[in-house]
């Protein structure tokens, strides 16, 4: 529990509630989402699962990155070999795509 240093404890004290739930709040807000943005080659694509798989120019396709690409995102035009440029954000773990364009 925080307590005000500006009041003493014999005359009660005062709780930082709104402080503390500031800091909670901000702690909370600042790893939820991360968003990033990145330009590499398509690999493959699963048009059932709406998932693509990317690496980055002249890299392995081992190392290829997967993301999620939502309803809301066309991806009718992709085909492997195509070079993209992807804004994403990172939830629950997941690459999901934001934006896509050649």
Same mark, same amino acid.
């Given at each position: 529990?925080?307590?005000?240093?500006?009041?003493?404890?014999?005359?009660?004290?005062v *709780?930082?509630?709104? %402080?503390?739930?500031? $800091?909670?709040?901000?702690? /909370?807000?600042? +790893?939820?989402?991360?968003?990033?943005?990145?330009?590499?080659?398509?690999?493959?694509?699963?048009?059932?699962?709406?998932?693509?798989?990317?690496?980055l120019?002249?890299?392995?396709?081992c190392?290829? *990155?997967?993301?999620? %690409?939502?309803t809301? $995102?066309?991806?009718?035009? /992709?085909?492997? +070999?195509?070079?993209?440029?992807?804004?994403?954000?990172?939830?629950?773990?997941?690459?999901?795509?934001?934006?896509?364009?050649?």
């Amino acid at each position: 529990m925080l307590w005000c240093a500006s009041r003493p404890k014999a005359r009660g004290g005062v *709780v930082m509630k709104n %402080i503390a739930a500031g $800091v909670i709040g901000l702690l /909370l807000v600042s +790893g939820a989402v991360l968003a990033a943005d990145m330009t590499g080659e398509v690999q493959g694509i699963d048009r059932q699962k709406r998932l693509i798989q990317v690496t980055l120019p002249g890299d392995c396709v081992c190392n290829a *990155v997967t993301y999620e %690409i939502p309803t809301t $995102v066309d991806m009718g035009w /992709l085909s492997p +070999g195509v070079t993209v440029k992807i804004m994403y954000e990172v939830a629950n773990g997941m690459n999901v795509v934001s934006k896509l364009n050649k």
